[in-house]
């Protein structure tokens, strides 16, 4: 028995002291500042509700401990979550069952719950594994070796008029998640008997902190869709666009592009406008 084995042991009447690491936090991700700014921009009056956003990936893994899916189940929870850091009315749509019961035991009634305008609802419905490459190089028995992969994230979600079930908003995003492995390996001869040493280590983006980021993205692209660009458009620069950028069209970066074009404009009629009274004067 080797002595992990033994200091991994307690006696049956005593607890086994429990390892600390990191201190708890909360979630902070790049996308936050932008939420918090959009606070006192939409009208308090309006309702916010998050319904369905499920995992259409169909991806599993499999492991020694059982089943897991690669994608969060808590999209919906998550994306709910940067409602309320936007400052938004949001309305719980996310369960129900304890004021349903209630309802049914008589203590409420459920007329009187606010109902939510509008709603987010859409899923995580793409997760392809990218081809990946490396190399290994190796002189007299010493060398390194990389090698890197990807995976393809993709989602859609959209903002519902619950008055008329019109779609007012919608956002597709994608992700590429990264890991690579690097080492160095070596291997001699000691006498009649040969030795390998091979150390290195490993990176990956944590693929639920990448997911978090892309509904917080696209929670922000819903609620800015909703608004005119002149007024979320502080908000929008402070999206770094290393983190995230959205510039497709039907999008807020069709709005902004419209937006600047339309200043131009105006700066150039105003300048037109000041060369007969400069010639005039």
Request: net charge negative; glycine share 12%.
């Amino acid at each position: 028995m080797s002595l992990g084995s033994l200091v991994a042991c307690a006696g049956p009447a005593h607890d086994l002291e429990l390892l600390q690491g990191p201190a708890i936090a909360d979630i902070v991700t790049p996308f936050d500042d932008a939420l918090v700014c959009m606070e006192g921009r939409i009208d308090s009056r309006l309702a916010f509700g998050v319904g369905g956003i499920p995992d259409q990936t169909g991806r599993d893994q499999n492991s020694g401990e059982g089943t897991a899916r690669f994608v969060t189940q808590g999209a919906g929870d998550i994306v709910q979550s940067a409602l309320f850091k936007a400052g938004v009315t949001v309305i719980n749509r996310r369960d129900m069952g304890a004021a349903a019961m209630e309802a049914q035991w008589g203590l409420r009634d459920l007329s009187n719950q606010r109902p939510a305008h509008f709603v987010i609802t859409g899923s995580i419905n793409s997760l392809d594994f990218i081809p990946g490459g490396g190399a290994f190089v190796s002189v007299g028995g010493v060398g390194p070796r990389y090698r890197q992969n990807r995976i393809l994230v993709g989602m859609d979600l959209a903002m519902t008029n619950n008055a008329t079930g019109q779609v007012v908003a919608n956002i597709a995003l994608r992700k590429q998640i990264f890991a690579d492995e690097f080492g160095l390996m070596v291997a001699r001869f000691m006498d009649d008997t040969v030795v390998d040493v091979d150390f290195g280590g490993s990176r990956r983006e944590a693929v639920h902190y990448a997911l978090r980021q892309m509904l917080q993205l696209a929670t922000f692209e819903l609620l800015a869709q909703m608004m005119p660009p002149e007024r979320y458009r502080d908000c929008r620069e402070m999206i770094d666009a290393r983190m995230g950028s959205i510039e497709g069209d039907r999008t807020t970066g069709e709005q902004m592009r419209e937006l600047d074009r339309r200043e131009e404009e105006l700066s150039a009629a105003e300048e037109g406008a000041a060369e007969p009274e400069a010639r005039d004067g």
